[in-house]
């Protein structure tokens, strides 16, 4: 991805890529899940960005942690599922 000159974005090294993956996959779906479970039981208020922003917060805060104990379970489950790249 290209990015402006005056823009410099320092990458984080590889290792850290098993803390990242959950935790943007943990905000993203969090974000999308909590947004439509919001809008389904309060409709598209004037309450609903602060409503939502609130469920959002208090799921993150459960999907992260529960993101990071379980992928080693998920990687095993995936990998008696999927069969195994040739080569």
């Known amino acids: 991805m290209s990015y402006p000159a005056f823009i410099t974005l320092r990458r ?3 290792r850290y890529a ?12 969090t974000l999308v899940v909590s947004a439509i479970a919001t ?10 960005p ?10 993150w805060l459960v999907a992260f942690p529960t993101l990071l104990l379980i ?4 990687r095993r489950i995936v990998g008696l599922v999927v069969e ?3 080569g």
């Open 71 to 74: 992928l080693p379970l998920v």
């Open 84 to 86: 195994a790249p040739k």
């Open 39 to 48: 809008a389904r039981s309060l409709g598209l208020t004037p309450h609903f």
């Open 18 to 29: 098993t803390l990242v993956t959950p935790l943007v996959l943990s905000l993203l779906m």
């Open 12 to 14: 984080l090294p590889a």
């Open 50 to 59: 602060g409503v939502w922003m609130s469920a959002w917060g208090l799921s």
